[in-house]
Nanobody, 127 residues
Framework: QVQLVESGGGSVQAGGSLRLSCVAS????????MGWFRQAPGKEREGLIS????????RYADSVKGRFTISRDNAKDTFYLQLVNLKPEDTAQYYC????????????????????WGQGTQVTVSS
């Protein structure tokens, strides 16, 4: 099990950028699938990007390809979500999450598979 803490949310204008951070404690991320999710009011939680700590494979939702990027810093046990060209429809609470894996491969974007969650950070994009 790993504990996750996000930071980096805020308010930006359309076209702006943000970088969200997710710091892990309790275990090393090299044994986990890591993911970023978001949830807007009245909508279901949406999987955006995943990264396998075993082999670095990533999976992107179509809605964020070309605009959002996941990365990690193994030395800091931290992973990031870089958001560029933000749109008002990107406004949501953003969450990082993780689940333990035994091997490499593509990690799911389904929230149901993730056991460990951060507290969330708000991203607000104005037009």
């Amino acid at each position: 099990q790993v504990q996750l803490v996000e930071s980096g949310g805020g308010s930006v204008q359309a076209g702006g950028s943000l970088r969200l951070s997710c710091v892990a404690s309790g275990d090393t991320l090299s044994g986990y699938c890591m993911g970023w999710f978001r949830q807007a009011p009245g909508k279901e939680r949406e999987g955006l990007i995943s990264l396998n700590g075993k082999d670095g494979r990533t999976r992107y939702a179509d809605s964020v390809k070309g605009r959002f990027t996941i990365s990690r810093d193994n030395a800091k046990d931290t992973f990031y979500l870089q958001l560029v060209n933000l749109k008002p429809e990107d406004t949501a609470q953003y969450y990082c999450a993780a689940y333990f894996v035994l091997s490499g491969g593509y990690c799911t974007l389904s929230p149901e598979n993730y056991f460990d969650w951060g507290q969330g950070t708000q991203v607000t994009v104005s037009s």
